[in-house]
């Protein structure tokens, strides 16, 4: 069985510490061992919005009409990997031996990396992109929040 905390607050830290006391508590005092645990802890970033997400699919999908207006037919998976690319978001690196691989990062509901200020990045990158390098611009409402 897997919890995760949110602690935005030191009493949010004070209640998980409570809650963990009070379960190896219960597990004493009904016998039972130690309970071995792994805890991981992240710096708290605030997570992509829904609308924010939104907002980058309908950009890959006008920059997939802006390059089908001038001659080249991407899908939407291409485009979105060659944006993650071009802009930095993905790395390539060197090893030892001089081969070179890729470094992918994921915009994926569960991914550190889909942070509300990394999708922000790829979609200001897109709108730029699109104006500077193709001539057209990406208007998608400005809807979204981030």
């Not at 690319?85 to 990396?113: H, N, W, Y």
Request: proline share 1%; net charge positive; aromatic share 12%.
């Amino acid at each position: 069985m897997s919890r995760e905390y949110e602690i935005l607050t030191e009493n949010d830290f004070d209640l998980m510490v409570a809650r963990f006391k009070s379960h190896f508590m219960a597990r004493k005092d009904a016998g039972q061992k130690f309970q071995k645990l792994r805890i991981t802890a992240k710096r708290w970033q605030k997570a992509k919005s829904s609308s924010q997400h939104r907002a980058y699919w309908r950009c890959i999908n006008v920059l997939k009409d802006n390059f089908l207006e001038l001659g080249y037919v991407f899908n939407q998976d291409q485009i979105h990997e060659y944006i993650k690319r071009v802009s930095g978001f993905t790395e390539t690196k060197e090893m030892p031996d001089g081969t070179t691989i890729m470094v992918c990062k994921s915009i994926a509901d569960k991914s550190d990396d889909a942070t509300a200020r990394n999708l922000q990045f790829l979609i200001d990158f897109m709108i730029q992109f699109s104006i500077e390098k193709l001539n057209m611009p990406i208007d998608i409402g400005g809807v979204y929040q981030h």
